[in-house]
């Protein structure tokens, strides 16, 4: 595959086909206890990125996923490709995602890093969630970068 010109930047055309048909929008019920959120954003760039997991809590798989993501094209690709790829995963396993594992497959250039990195913030914020929610699931690895919304917009400030 190789990038296409859009405006005066190229995008790879797997950032051009996420982005012209996104997978998985939309949003969960957030009081559901099997439902993670992880709200994050960038507050450099204005991104922000809301991802939502649904559990499976016999076998804590993440049996669905869904997200809103306010951005440019490669915050939007990296969101629809992190629901892709969670879909059937291990919390232990999603928990260990990241932003290269998206950067590398979305073919992002060094200057759009970020929005890679937003998606792995998102997998961690909405895992911590279901954790919060379900003090008896198993913790996972978690030693991620995850924020809030609030907590990137306090350092910020």
Sequence with gaps: ATPQLAGRRFYHDKV?????RPR???????????VGTGLVGAPAC????????RVDESTGTITDAKFKTFGCG??????SYLTEL????????ASK????????????????????MLAEDAIKAAIADYHGKNPKAKITDLAGTAKTIRE???QAA
């Design 16 to 20: 051009l086909d996420h982005y012209s």
């Design 24 to 34: 998985n929008p939309g949003s969960m019920d957030k009081k559901d206890p099997a």
């Design 46 to 53: 204005g991104d922000v990125m809301k991802l939502q997991i």
């Design 74 to 79: 490669s915050a939007i690709a990296s969101s």
């Design 86 to 93: 969670v879909k059937g995963m291990r919390l232990e396993d």
């Design 97 to 116: 995602i990241r932003n290269v594992d998206i950067s590398k497959e979305l073919c992002l250039p060094p200057v759009k890093l970020h929005c890679s």
């Design 152 to 154: 990137t917009m306090q």
